[in-house]
């Protein structure tokens, strides 16, 4: 009954959150304030999010809450390839969002600063083949024993070969986790070169006033660090219920609650940390 209660609870406080968060994005359009690269990221972000939740958490509170389990293969299939999607999609939005931030805020004799100018260009046409990449990663497999996952029940091959599956899905998420940590690094590098040299010409004052780009690059690097840290907890659990038979039923509900943190925390994240996030310069 807690499980019920906190999946319940997170995904209808995620949905609000994300749905929010994009309607403050859809009125600045139309009040014509300028659109940053960066925000256009953010609206991808929002959009997987709220995919993650509607795929994972909103069967799984309908199932909880009496509905029917979707008996349909189909409808089974699309749920689990909508899910991931979303997940793959996040974490490419948040890779990218990294990478653009880093070079926007390299220093103008760096080797990215050619980049600065090109970068916002690229941003559309990365985000399209994020979503297009993740579609054709993900193929059907076979099956041949049935899981409950309480709102869906599903089938598939042994133990061994699903985690070989699981492996070979999860290798664009590793790359994009690779550029991520060298992203959050090199952002963490960048600010420390800039703090020293703000302290070297404002002497002794104890309290220097930070620029707007510290500010977002700390929100996108919290942003990051959030993720990988749900990711990889999501991705353990997974595994588990992929090998393990005898703890699969106790560990289905912690895996669509872990599965749904990220989604449901990152837009009061990024709510709190609106102005740092909204004065990113275009680059």
Same mark, same amino acid.
Not at 160 to 184: I, K, Q
């Given at each position: ?46 959009? @997987? ?13 309908? @199932? ?18 909508? =899910? ?5 999609? #996040? ?27 090109? $970068? ?16 054709? $990663?993900? #193929? ?15 089938? =598939? ?52 006033? +930070?620029?707007?780009?510290?500010? @977002? ?24 219920? @992929? ?32 102005? +740092?996030? =909204? ?5």
């Amino acid at each position: 009954m807690l499980m019920d209660m906190i999946i319940s609870t997170q995904t209808v406080a995620g949905i609000l959150g994300n749905f929010s968060l994009l309607c403050g994005y859809i009125v600045l359009h139309f009040i014509g304030s300028r659109i940053r690269s960066t925000d256009l990221i953010l609206k991808h972000l929002i959009v @997987a999010n709220s995919l993650v939740l509607l795929c994972k958490g909103v069967p799984q509170t309908m @199932a909880v809450s009496g509905w029917k389990q979707i008996h349909s293969d189909f409808g089974c299939k699309l749920l689990f390839f909508l =899910h991931r999607v979303g997940t793959g999609v #996040s974490i490419g939005s948040i890779c990218l969002l990294s990478v653009f931030q880093v070079i926007t805020i390299s220093p103008h004799n760096s080797r990215w600063a050619a980049l600065k100018i090109t $970068a916002p260009k690229c941003v559309v046409l990365s985000l399209f083949l994020c979503w297009i990449l993740q579609m054709l $990663a993900i #193929s059907d497999k076979n099956i041949t024993k049935k899981i409950d996952f309480g709102y869906c029940s599903a089938v =598939h091959h042994d133990g061994t070969r699903e985690a070989l599956c699981a492996v070979l899905l999860l290798f664009p998420d590793v790359l994009y986790l690779g550029l991520m940590l060298w992203a959050g690094s090199s952002m963490v590098l960048i600010l420390y070169r800039h703090k020293q040299q703000v302290q070297h010409i404002q002497g002794t004052d104890p309290f220097p006033r +930070s620029f707007p780009e510290s500010r @977002a690059s700390k929100t996108i690097f919290l942003l990051g660090s959030t993720f990988v840290y749900f990711y990889t907890l999501f991705s353990i659990f997974q595994l588990v219920v @992929a090998l393990f038979d005898h703890l699969r039923c106790s560990l289905v509900n912690k895996t669509v609650i872990i599965a749904a943190c990220f989604p449901t925390v990152s837009p009061f994240l990024l709510t709190s940390r609106d102005s +740092s996030v =909204h004065r990113i310069p275009p680059g």
